[in-house]
């Protein structure tokens, strides 16, 4: 009997654990990471090869990357393929960021039993005191404290995708749309945040 006890404790305190780290793992922005579906946190970077010395670049962030992070995980990338095909520096010639904006209007999860078609009226009630007074606690009697309320939750998610022509040699002083490859990830090196093992 003891070791069926231990069993299930084990067996429970393992389930809460999943539980907790998978909760974990979806509270998590996108972090540095291709884009390959089925990964542990959605989202990341992912590139087109359009010619010798053309890509473009994509990063999806979830919905919990900002705007600023997905934009500079763009920039990064780009840096990283400039360096890795042998240039110094690249020009955007393209360069957009999109936004999924989304609100879900969910009922409010209060208290809301069902006994069945017999009781379908049927809610408990309650007396409480505040301010000296005694109130009443009622689903029918309009009081505020209990009533259904609805739950609007707005989600943004970003997007950002840019064409880039790689170049060697120095990057010209005047070009605006002109990045120094090693200085960007000199620059954003720190700031970046790399997938958790």
């Not at 360069?95 to 609100?103: A, G, I, L, M, W």
């Not at 009533?147 to 939750?153: E, M, P």
Request: net charge neutral.
């Amino acid at each position: 009997m003891t070791d069926q006890r231990t069993t299930s404790k084990f067996a429970s305190s393992g389930l809460g654990l999943l539980l907790t780290l998978l909760l974990v793992a979806c509270a998590t922005a996108t972090p540095y990471q291709p884009n390959i579906p089925g990964q542990k946190v959605s989202g990341g970077y992912s590139e087109e090869y359009l010619g010798e010395n053309r890509y473009r670049v994509r990063f999806s962030g979830n919905t919990l990357t900002s705007r600023d992070t997905v934009e500079g995980y763009l920039l990064y990338r780009a840096a990283e393929l400039t360096i890795q095909n042998g240039y110094d520096w690249f020009s955007m010639t393209d360069h957009t960021t999109e936004r999924d904006r989304r609100t879900y209007v969910e009922p409010f999860p209060r208290y809301s039993p069902w006994y069945g078609p017999g009781y379908r009226y049927w809610r408990p009630h309650w007396n409480y005191y505040r301010g000296g007074v005694w109130n009443s606690w009622h689903p029918y009697g309009g009081d505020p404290f209990w009533a259904y309320n609805l739950d609007v939750r707005t989600v943004e998610r970003f997007e950002a995708e840019a064409e880039i022509i790689m170049h060697k040699g120095s990057k010209p002083a005047n070009e605006t749309r002109a990045f120094d490859a090693r200085q960007v990830i000199s620059d954003l090196g720190p700031t970046i945040k790399w997938p958790e093992s």
